[in-house]
């Protein structure tokens, strides 16, 4: 069962994104939800995490300051706010579920296609 991430784009450098993750009915209550991207060429890197009820969140290094994970139960929503985007942030953005605290892609599960940010310079 796949989580849905959308609100990608094609955006200038110093420009914000909000991305979107839909997890499908309610299979992933209770679950962390992370966000991943991958750049052509290279591995999936972690990028932010959340756990189920907000008490836990975690960002890699190069977005830390400038993107923020939240989440919103209620409306079955995780978000990614993705502030003064540059270039090596070009990408597609996957979100994807867990059990506990974990910044592994491969403890991951509900993979879906993605979407596509793209930050010219």
């Known amino acids: 069962v796949q989580l849905q991430a959308s609100g990608g784009g094609l955006v200038q450098a110093g420009d914000s994104l909000r991305l979107s993750c839909a997890p499908p009915?309610?299979?992933?209550?209770?679950?962390?939800v992370g966000w991943f991207r991958q750049a052509p060429g290279k591995e999936r890197e972690f990028v932010a995490l959340?756990?189920?009820?907000?008490?836990?969140?975690r960002y890699a290094d190069s977005v830390k300051g400038r993107f923020t994970i939240s989440r919103d139960n209620a409306r079955n929503a995780v978000y990614l706010q993705a502030n003064s985007l540059q270039p090596d942030d070009t990408g597609v953005y996957y979100c994807?579920?867990?059990?506990?605290?974990?910044?592994?892609?491969?403890?991951?599960?509900?993979w879906g296609q993605g979407t596509q940010v793209t930050v010219s310079s």
């Open positions: 959340i756990s189920w009820l907000s008490s836990t969140v």
């Open positions: 009915g309610r299979v992933y209550d209770g679950y962390t």
């Open positions: 994807a579920a867990t059990r506990g605290i974990v910044i592994r892609p491969d403890l991951y599960e509900g």
